[in-house]
């Protein structure tokens, strides 16, 4: 649905996007993460036709969004931060003015305001001015201006923001709704809310797209592995003996228990190999008591300040190295 091909943005010297590109399916809801300047709105701004690319090409649908750019803005429903609404316009008056603009015919734009309030859930507000409305009732008015075009693409950025606990999981259950008739991109600094909506994430840093992957998988990447907590009614030497001849655990870290007469152990093994069973079979025959086991798995904010974080500690050792060579490229 959604394809980018080293697409480059340059301010002058500087280079916001740098060389992205990445593929999204129709029917995917994506994240799109990261830190402030690490060039995301500029290239969400790219992807709906509002900024040009320096290089690079964008497809929506097979088509070139330079080539078609009105026939491509017409599949995309775009959310801003901000929501840009009319303050003394009707709900209703506002979402018929955004349908005549999206070219919605005058006979089909009344229906399709009826069932864009009614799927966003401001019907029983239409009539109220949009000024007074509280800021929930505002997003949802500006998700309802994003899908008034019968959009096959949503690019919502911080869909959530400013809102209330119970707002946000309104709000979060609606993207869902709405995920499986549309393309959604979701861009949000609210890290749970990408994990409990999304089933992928693309985390971009300093203008490259560092992470394209299911959180879980970005959590294997970087741990090198499974990882399983335990609780054990037993001492070290017990457990080393109990996993001394199998060979699919690579490490164990133990820890004090804050109960009398366990230990806590950390078990890891190779890459996706789940090796739970191999961890019960083996503490049943060594008749060691297995009092907890659980997962462990990094959090998307884990993963996120991890990749994000080794990206610039990266760039910063090799300007440090640059430094220190002379015009001659001999260390200093």
């Given at each position: 649905?959604?394809e980018?091909?080293n697409?480059?943005?340059?301010y ?7 060389h992205?590109?990445?593929n ?8 799109f ?7 995301k ?23 070139d ?7 491509i803005?017409?599949?995309i429903?775009?959310l ?11 709900v ?5 003015f ?8 005058k ?27 509280s ?21 919502l ?7 209330d606990?119970?707002q946000?999981?309104e ?14 991109i979701l ?6 809310e990408?994990?409990?909506v ?12 560092v ?5 879980e998988?970005?959590a ?5 592995g ?8 037993a ?11 199998n ?8 820890s ?45 904010e ?14 910063e ?6 430094d ?9």
């Open positions: 649905m959604i980018v091909s697409l480059v943005r340059r002058g010297p500087h280079v916001a996007v740098d992205a590109s990445f999204i399916q129709k029917g995917e809801i994506v994240g993460l990261g830190p402030n300047g690490a060039g709105s500029t290239t969400m701004n790219i992807l709906t036709g509002y900024l040009s690319a320096t290089e690079g090409t964008v497809r929506i649908d097979g088509q969004i330079l080539e078609h750019p009105t026939e803005k017409k599949k429903g775009y801003p931060e901000n929501p840009p609404l009319y303050q003394d316009m009707t209703r008056e506002y979402l018929s955004a349908g005549e603009i999206k070219g919605v015919p006979q089909e734009n009344k229906e399709r305001v009826n069932s864009i309030m009614e799927t966003v859930g401001v019907h029983d507000v239409s009539k109220r001015l949009i000024k007074n409305l800021k929930g009732y505002k997003q949802r008015v500006g998700l309802a201006q994003a899908l008034i075009g019968n959009p096959q693409a949503l690019i950025d911080e869909p959530t923001a400013g809102l606990p119970k946000i999981l709000i979060r259950d609606l993207i869902i709704k709405l995920g499986k008739d549309h393309t959604v861009s949000s600094h609210i890290l749970p990408i994990s409990a999304c089933r992928r994430v693309l985390i971009i840093n300093q203008g490259k797209i992470a394209d992957d299911s959180p998988n970005l294997k990447r970087i741990l090198g499974s990882r399983i907590l335990l609780r054990l009614d001492d070290e030497n017990a457990v080393q003996g109990a996993l001394e001849k060979s699919t655990i690579k490490k164990l870290e133990f004090k228990s804050q109960e009398d007469g366990t230990v806590d152990v950390i078990a890891s093994a190779e890459e996706d190999t789940d090796i739970r069973r191999d961890l019960f079979r083996a503490f049943a025959d060594a008749n060691i008591p297995i009092l907890m086991m659980r997962s462990l798995d990094m959090s998307l884990d993963i996120f300040l991890n990749l994000t974080t080794k990206e610039q500690t990266t760039k050792m090799t300007t440090k190295e640059a220190n060579l002379d015009s001659n490229g001999e260390e200093k």
